[in-house]
């Protein structure tokens, strides 16, 4: 069949204008996959990125933790240091009150214990008093404002204690000289029982006599009667003579 010319020009038409239509509608489907590779594409990179950033986040996160731990360790210790502190604080102030009392105590203890020694020393045996008399020295002069510590006071003290004690339990002889009824000077050997008695006596045996302690001292009296019983006793006691039981006067207070 043959087509009229006017028919065949609107089928061209009609063809032209489909074929544009076909082409707008291709270019706007590219257009739009492409924008969806983009999104795709964007999104893809979006969520690398954020999983990326949350790792190195998670980690900042881990390590400040780890930090606020040993703060936390370190502050635990600090408070358990104080405690520990404030504890020993408390100790040692206490130490230190009762070292003071102690302290203040054996300074009293001390200044007492000082003037008695200071008052019968002038009283005892004259050779004690030459034995101890580098100790008295030691007894602060004004107990009150000494530097003295109450320690080395009282070792002072024990020293001269030990010292009387020791002249008190034993026999001592020491050369002396003592006036006889005519005022002379006789060369005498004086032997100390103890802080209870001594006895004197010469070379010759003609001079003899009994010392005791009194309330202002040592008191001596001529005893001529005693002086070979006196002989005896310094002959035994210099291992001279063998031992043997000797009498002499004594005098009980």
Sequence with gaps: MRLNPAHSLVLFSALAVFSATAEDTLNDTRSTLEKWVETRQLISKTRADW???KESLEQTIALYERELKSIDEQMAKVSTNNTQVAKEMAEAEALKRSSGEANDAARIFAGKLEAKLQQVAPKLP???QEM???DL???PADPANSKMLPAERMQVCVNLLNELDKFNNSVNLFSDKRKNAAGEEVAVETMYVGLGAAYFVNDAGDFAGIGAF?????TWTTKPEIAPAVRMAVKVYRSEHPPAFVKLPATIQ
Excluded: C, E, V
């Design 132 to 134: 101890i008399k580098k």
């Design 214 to 218: 009194g309330p202002d001292g040592w």
């Design 137 to 139: 020295a030691r007894i």
């Design 51 to 53: 999983q990326a950033d």
């Design 126 to 128: 004259a050779p004690l």
